[in-house]
């Protein structure tokens, strides 16, 4: 397991809380869990997304795994009006021992933080039932494009994906899912694609996900500046540049994450 990049600060756990709500319109128009009755949540984090998950399919029961307790307590918290719905187990995705067995996975903004991801996904089919059903949404942060180009925010957005691969994670993960699920052995594997693009022609939702992205690119700057990859310097030059993005009468704002759903 790599370390995660973001931390497990309350204000990094609220930001997941938050993020959930952003993106929900962006995720979920595609997943369908609705003949499904026990779902496996790999790498749930503080629950945002089981939340979600939670309401739109009512007879869903979701086994929460993730292996940081400190982000499992919080889940338990903030999942307190479920109860009965939903459970938690702390293990290492890549080193699952559970007991239960499920007809659904679901795994979102997980495997990008994961070295070897292909091994959690070799790793859950022991907890799976035939013809389980699989969704999974994953990052792929080459396709971010924006102008204008401004060197603050280049210089960090590099760095912020090199950082994530030294500590063993991949920021295009979403990117490779297909060929991972293949060679792990599931079928009917279809991808897609979601995010936005955007402009002064929505100025109001630029400016929306610009200061979520702002957000999401500060969430690791900590661990950075602690590594000596950035400065306090480069952080505020890259809130500066995305804020100028935000009011320039030719701003594009473009990024495409990618989804999986497959068939054991």
Known sequence: MSTYLHGFIPEEQQRLIDQAGILGSLIYPRIDF???????????????????????????????????????????????????????????????????????????????????????????????????????????????YFFPKLPGLERYYEAYNKFQISLGGDPDVGAKLGNMLKVAGYTEIELSHGGFHLDQTNPGELIKIITYWKGLMKSGSNSMIQAGVISKKEVISMENDLDQIAKDENAVFFYQFVQAKAIL
């Open 34 to 144: 609705s003949d499904c009755k026990n779902l496996l949540e790999i790498g749930s984090g503080v629950g945002a997304q089981t939340e979600v998950l939670l309401k739109l399919f009512p007879d869903l029961h979701i086994t929460c795994v993730d292996y940081s307790e400190s982000q499992l307590e919080m889940a338990r918290k903030n999942l307190e009006q479920f109860s009965g719905r939903v459970s938690f187990i702390c293990q290492d995705a890549k080193q699952l021992e559970l007991t239960g067995k499920y007809d659904s996975v679901f795994i979102c903004w997980a495997l990008e933080h994961i070295s070897e991801p292909i091994e959690v996904l070799k790793g859950m089919k022991n907890s799976l039932l035939p013809g389980s059903k699989i969704w999974i949404t994953e990052v792929f942060n080459s396709s971010f």
